[in-house]
Structure formats: C-alpha cells, structure tokens
C-alpha cells in the first residue's frame, strides 16, 4: 500500500509539473506566434521547430493530444502560422540573392527541420506555398543521392518522407525512398552484446543533429515506423 501512494504521489507530481511546464510555453510564446531562447527575446525559428517537432512526436505517439492538458490548438496553429512565414521569407531572400538557387542550391539542417515538423502538422493545414514545395523537392533530391556525413539528418529526412506518404497516398515514391534510406543506415550499424545495435559518434556534439540520445531515440522511431523492424529496435535499447 506504501508503495501504491508512493507511486500516485509520484505521478501526481509529474502531472503537475507538466501543466506547469505547459502554462509556461503558453505564457511565453510571442505575439507572432514564436517562441524565442529567453522569455521575452526575438522568436527564433529554430526553437520554434523544435517545441513544435516534439509536439508532434507526443501527437504522433499517442501520448497526448491538443488540449488534452497540452497546447491548444489555437497555440499551436500561431506556430506553424510563423514557421510558415518566417520559412517563406528566407525563401524570398534566396531567390533574390541567388538566381540560379533551383539548380545550386542543397537543403540544409534547418530545411530539413522544418520539413520534418510541417510534416507532423499536414492535416492541420497543408501548405501549398513556393517555398514548401521547392523544399520538398529538394527532399526528394536529397533522398535519391548518397547522404554523406552525419546520420541523424537522413533519418529526420526519411521520417519526412514517410509522413508525406501516408499524406499523399497516391505518391508511392515517397515511402520507398524513407525504406531506402533506413536500410542503408541500417548497414552502418555497430553490434555488440555490452551496447546493442548502435551507431559510430559523429562530429563533436556542437550541432543539434550530433546529440547521441536524440539520434538514438529517432533511430528507433524510424526502424519501428519504416521499417516495422521491432527487432533491431529492441536491440537499440539495449
């Protein structure tokens, strides 16, 4: 009975730090629908991505919902309103100072990021701006070709790619490109009965997309939703 209260107790405390945590992304987001590093600073598309992208994991995941002890909806949509325009005036300003950007130009990070967000949010509202389909152009592009250095992001790509599929069901290209990309990270991999299935440090950790735990746990997200290969998943968490 002890450890019954114990538990309640304990769940108890972290439902309420939870709605705290939310009242405060509620109380910080800025008028424009951006949330900035600091309460009370200029918005910051990155950090935006990133509340919005693990907003969409908890979606996703099942594990709560908009305005189920969350962010509401209406939270939510200024968000994605200013992630779609602040994305569209970077793209303004690309066409502006390079002519030639749809033939030179490679999707970055921060690309990448936002595809992989929006992606969460297409039944919200779907955008159907220059900017958005240049970049999931690009994502095609970059899906087809032989993606070199670090891990994290081709996975963020394929994951992208997935989600569009189940989106657009009558584009079948973009599935077989997420499995493709999976299965050739999925050859990279380390094995050992200490650590599990895991994959080589990349980088010095300075960039977002360097984060071990992060890629961890995408890694197993992508090998469970791609692939359904539960069993190299299990072998992950380890």
């Not at 114990?6 to 939310?22: C, R």
């Not at 950790?205 to 069993?231: C, H, K, N, V």
Request: with cysteine.
């Amino acid at each position: 009975r002890y450890n019954l209260m114990l538990n309640l107790f304990d769940m108890n405390k972290m439902q309420e730090e939870a709605k705290k945590a939310v009242r405060k992304l509620e109380k910080n987001q800025n008028a424009d629908g951006g949330w900035s590093w600091f309460a009370g600073g200029r918005s910051s598309l990155y950090i935006t991505q990133h509340i919005l992208a693990e907003t969409g994991r908890l979606f996703d995941r099942h594990i709560c919902a908009p305005n189920d002890k969350f962010l509401s909806t209406y939270t939510i949509s200024k968000a994605i309103n200013y992630m779609d325009n602040e994305v569209e005036k970077d793209f303004k300003r690309l066409k502006k100072y390079n002519p030639n950007y749809e033939k030179n130009y490679s999707l970055t990070s921060s690309d990448l990021q936002y595809l992989y967000t929006r992606s969460y949010f297409l039944s919200n509202k779907k955008p159907n701006t220059e900017a958005y389909n240049f970049y999931v152009k690009k994502l095609v592009e970059y899906a087809k070709n032989d993606q070199k250095g670090c891990i994290y992001l081709p996975t963020m790509a394929a994951m992208t790619l997935y989600r569009l599929g189940k989106a657009e069901k009558e584009n079948s290209e973009y599935a077989s490109l997420a499995q493709n990309i999976i299965l050739n990270i999925k050859k990279l991999a380390q094995h050992s009965d200490e650590m599990g299935m895991w994959w080589k440090k990349e980088g010095y950790g300075y960039y977002w997309y360097e984060a071990p735990i992060e890629r961890q746990s995408l890694m197993i997200e992508a090998f469970e939703t791609i692939l359904q290969d539960y069993a190299s998943a299990a072998e992950m968490r380890i």
